[in-house]
């Protein structure tokens, strides 16, 4: 069995921000330190952080008035801000600077007298901070079905932003849907989906012709990895998500000459490197690294107060 390694896959340089943001925090202040939701979507990387002393909270009334408050890679929405501002929280700003941008855009065109069409999973975290940012001028739409539901006329003023980490191929078909339906509609000059996610996708592609099986290496909570796991499928190759080598079933290799590994950009490399060696315990005999392209994306971090 031969194994084929996708790169780009892993950690994003959003990620990699927020994490160190958290780490960074605890070296200054000393835990506790307080996160609004998990700051990326992957047990490990959750479970590392509480080891080290980050306790991570929904509710802003869990943490203690005047603490330091970090929030997660995925945003929060303005009332999240209002509500920490009303706690004297001491807030730290983790949020990747791609969401960040389109939080600006869907804020920016509403002022501007735009209605939203926000394309992304409804009960996404970074879908309901953006929602956030024009509650009462925008509307979430997460397939063709709910486009073809909208109230609109041709001659509203229209705008529309997607989250970050859905799958290319699936944004297509939507985003089409609205400028057929709306062909006055508006968006961002470049796409909202992030270079980390669409680099990932593309990666894989270029694998899916030559594996019999995928393992995308992630927790079953990351948009991004489950997306990946998607592509595969739609490519026509079998496809597992995985967030541990002992998740990974002997019985998934049965008959199979080439296997496709890949990871969603919150999975730690370590994880990664256990599940192939798990793979060559169950009988990969050669590897390859298959390079799309080399990501050199640096984020600094944030202020600390």
């Known amino acids: 069995m031969k194994l084929l390694i996708v790169k780009p896959r892993g950690f994003c340089a959003g990620v990699d921000r927020a994490i160190e943001t958290v780490e960074k925090a605890l070296k200054l202040y000393g835990a506790p330190i ?36 970090i929030y997660s890679a995925h945003g929060v929405s303005p009332e999240v801000r209002e509500h920490a501002k009303r706690r004297d929280l001491i807030e730290i700003d983790a949020t990747c600077g791609l969401v960040t941008r389109v939080h600006s855009a869907a804020k ?64 297509k078909e939507v985003t089409s849907e609205l400028v057929n339906k709306y062909p006055q509609i508006e968006t961002l ?3 909202s989906i992030c270079y980390a996610t669409t680099n990932r996708q593309l990666a894989l592609k270029e694998i899916t012709n030559e594996a019999d099986l995928v393992l995308v290496v992630g927790d079953p909570a990351s948009s991004n990895s489950n997306r990946l796991r998607e ?15 002992d998740e990974i079933e002997p019985i998934w290799l049965e008959g199979v000459e080439t296997i496709g590994i890949t990871a969603g ?11 192939i060696e798990r793979l060559y315990e169950l009988g990969v005999t050669t590897s390859e690294e298959i390079t799309f392209i080399k990501e050199d994306v640096i984020f600094q971090l944030p202020k600390f107060k």
Do not use: M
Not at 44 to 65: M, S
Not at 126 to 137: C, D, K, L, M, V
Not at 233 to 245: C, P, Q
Not at 265 to 275: F, G, N, Q, R
């Open 108 to 171: 920016r065109y509403a002022e501007k007298g735009y209605h939203i069409i926000l394309i992304g999973h409804k009960d996404h975290v970074e879908i309901i901070g953006t929602f956030g940012e024009a509650p009462n001028q925008t509307t979430i739409v997460e397939n063709i079905r709910d486009v073809k539901n909208l109230p609109f006329s041709q001659n509203d003023k229209l705008f529309y932003l997607t989250q970050t980490t859905l799958s290319l191929d699936d944004v």
């Open 231 to 245: 592509v595969a499928e739609k490519k026509g190759v079998i496809a597992y998500l995985v967030n541990s080598f």
């Open 34 to 69: 307080w996160v609004k939701h998990h700051i990326v979507h992957n047990k490990h990387v959750v479970k590392k952080l509480e080891d080290l002393g980050a306790v991570f909270v929904e509710d802003l009334d869990d943490v203690p008035i005047g603490s330091r408050i």
């Open 265 to 275: 950009a919150s999975t730690p490399e370590e994880i990664v490197l256990k599940c």
């Open 189 to 191: 000059p470049t796409s």
